[in-house]
């Protein structure tokens, strides 16, 4: 990047002294995204934590704060859920659990 252009998008991963790091499979730091969107103009693409299909869904519900997107490893390696499943609950903006 040059030319005095900005990010657009960053990636935003907990780690050390934040509630969920990457690969642990213990739900996003939603409160940490907002946060940073709020400080930022970049989008953000959030990751860590996404353990069950309703973190990519609860992580779709932050686009209007600047959440572009999400990261998610680990629980598709584990069998959690397929990547299938996950884009068919965001990309419909479906939301389950009363959430």
């Given at each position: 990047?040059?030319?005095?252009?900005?990010?657009?998008?960053?990636g935003l991963c907990p780690?050390?002294?934040?509630?969920?790091?990457?690969?642990?499979?213990?739900?996003?730091?939603?409160?940490?995204?907002?946060?940073?969107?709020?400080?930022?103009?970049?989008?953000?693409?959030?990751?860590?934590?996404?353990?069950?299909?309703?973190?990519?869904?609860?992580?779709?519900?932050?686009?209007?704060?600047?959440?572009?997107?999400?990261?998610?490893?680990?629980?598709?390696?584990?069998?959690?859920?397929?990547?299938?499943?996950?884009?068919?609950?965001?990309?419909?903006?479906?939301?389950?659990?009363?959430?």
């Open positions: 990047m040059g030319g005095g252009h900005g990010a657009r998008r960053s780690l050390r002294g934040h509630r969920c790091r990457p690969g642990t499979l213990t739900s996003p730091n939603t409160g940490l995204f907002t946060q940073v969107c709020a400080r930022s103009t970049a989008g953000v693409l959030a990751a860590g934590g996404i353990a069950s299909l309703d973190d990519p869904r609860t992580v779709a519900g932050l686009a209007p704060h600047g959440v572009e997107g999400v990261l998610i490893g680990r629980a598709l390696f584990a069998g959690a859920f397929t990547l299938t499943e996950a884009l068919a609950g965001t990309a419909t903006g479906e939301r389950s659990g009363g959430r």
